[in-house]
């Protein structure tokens, strides 16, 4: 079990989880959790600008989600940490359980009617 955060660490994970509360910045995630991705790809595999893509990227980075690679010319992105995955699929698996639930529920009214 987690012992208490301290105010400060409260701020930081807020802070982490605003970055992940931006569907944009998840369909980037998305992406990345296959392979590296330049900004023109993701951007082409969002269906966006490469002029949007850059600055969630950069925020991102700044918090750790996303490496950053220069090659050459070239920049490319993928997901800096395992745990931003296993975090993805926590949640994921949270909702999917949660939709069963209220599905179960919503077929159990259902024949009552």
């Given at each position: 079990?987690?012992?208490?955060?301290?105010?400060?660490?409260?701020?930081?994970v807020?802070?982490?989880?605003?970055?992940?509360?931006?569907?944009?910045?998840?369909?980037?995630?998305?992406?990345?959790?296959?392979?590296?991705?330049?900004?023109?790809?993701?951007?082409?595999?969002?269906?966006?600008?490469?002029?949007n893509?850059?600055?969630?990227l950069?925020?991102?980075?700044?918090?750790?989600?996303?490496?950053?690679?220069?090659?050459?010319?070239?920049?490319?992105?993928?997901?800096?940490?395992?745990?931003?995955?296993?975090l993805?699929?926590?949640?994921?698996?949270?909702i999917?359980?949660?939709?069963?639930?209220?599905?179960?529920v919503?077929?159990?009214?259902?024949?009552?009617?």
């Open positions: 079990m987690m012992k208490p955060m301290p105010p400060q660490v409260i701020d930081q807020a802070s982490y989880f605003q970055v992940l509360s931006e569907p944009m910045r998840l369909r980037l995630l998305n992406l990345l959790r296959e392979r590296e991705y330049n900004v023109g790809e993701l951007a082409q595999a969002c269906g966006t600008t490469a002029a893509v850059p600055r969630h950069s925020l991102m980075t700044k918090h750790g989600i996303v490496a950053r690679e220069e090659r050459g010319t070239s920049v490319y992105f993928s997901i800096a940490d395992q745990r931003v995955d296993d993805c699929e926590l949640v994921c698996g949270s999917a359980s949660r939709m069963q639930a209220v599905s179960a919503h077929d159990a009214l259902k024949t009552m009617l």
